[in-house]
């Protein structure tokens, strides 16, 4: 059974950094194309950046700059590194296993605000 684990989030000001990872346990994190999305209220989810199993990356414009996906195979650990936080970087960020097979991991909440 897949299961994954964010952690990391919290209440930030903005440009303040945060990292948050991703533990992944019945899965092989480096084997998976693995991604970050959020969903800010009212608004839909969408995705932030994604890492493929080759090690390739995406990151969405929106973010492209300051967030910065990556993994640690030994610690079957996702990570999103986010810098110069802005307030509509609020939202709850989600860790999602792309491929083979698609699982959502339960959210955490970061909130940029003064």
């Known amino acids: 059974q897949v299961q994954l684990v964010e952690s990391g989030g919290g209440l930030v000001q903005p440009g303040g950094s945060l990292r948050l990872s991703c533990a992944g346990s019945g899965t092989d994190i480096s084997a998976s194309h693995m991604a970050w999305y959020r969903q800010a209220p009212g608004k839909q989810r969408e995705l932030v950046a994604k890492i493929y199993s080759g090690g390739m990356t995406y990151t969405a414009p929106s973010v492209k700059g300051r967030f910065t996906i990556s993994r640690d195979n030994a610690k079957n650990t996702l990570y999103l590194q986010m810098n110069d936080l802005k307030p509509e970087d609020t939202a709850v960020y989600y860790c999602?296993?792309?491929?083979?097979?698609?699982?959502w991991g339960q959210g955490t909440q970061v909130t940029v605000s003064s």
């Open positions: 999602r296993r792309e491929w083979p097979g698609g699982s």
